[in-house]
């Protein structure tokens, strides 16, 4: 008898293939943005740690657009569907994960930015293929 359970990794895509889905109600610049985002948030996560590039992210977002957007899909996937945190009541999603940073010990730490690096490999293929970001106009923030 077969496992029809789909797998972590299948998991990770199913929510990351969702998540382009509702990135599609942007403007047609913050879809781009999302797509470039996307794949530029593993980098800062690898160069200065999760904690960082979401409080970089969080810093650089008005709430509703590219990055607000990015930072609502990860802080879900992170604390809804892998429960690497708990959610304090009325705190969203990605707030928490950086208190969650903030407060965890290594091993959360740890955990959290492999996870989100595995997620982010899913959310930037998928955003790339949808949303088709202008190569020439992938420049600094």
């Known amino acids: 008898m077969s496992d029809s359970r789909p797998t972590l990794d299948q998991r990770r ?75 304090p009541n009325g705190a969203n999603d990605h707030d928490a994960v950086i208190r969650a940073i903030i407060d965890g010990d290594a091993d959360l730490l740890r955990r959290a930015a492999e996870e989100a690096l595995l997620y982010l490999q899913w959310l930037t293929r998928f955003s790339e293929a949808e949303f088709k970001p202008d190569e020439d106009e992938d420049n600094a923030d």
């Open 13 to 87: 895509a199913q929510h990351a293939w969702k998540a382009v889905e509702r990135a599609g109600g942007l403007s047609d610049k913050d879809k781009k943005d999302f797509a470039r985002e996307a794949k530029r948030l593993p980098v800062r996560i690898k160069t200065a740690g999760l904690g960082q590039a979401l409080a970089f992210l969080n810093a650089k977002s008005n709430g509703g657009d590219c990055r607000g957007r990015l930072l609502k899909e990860l802080g879900e996937w992170l604390l809804r569907e892998r429960r690497l945190a708990s959610r």
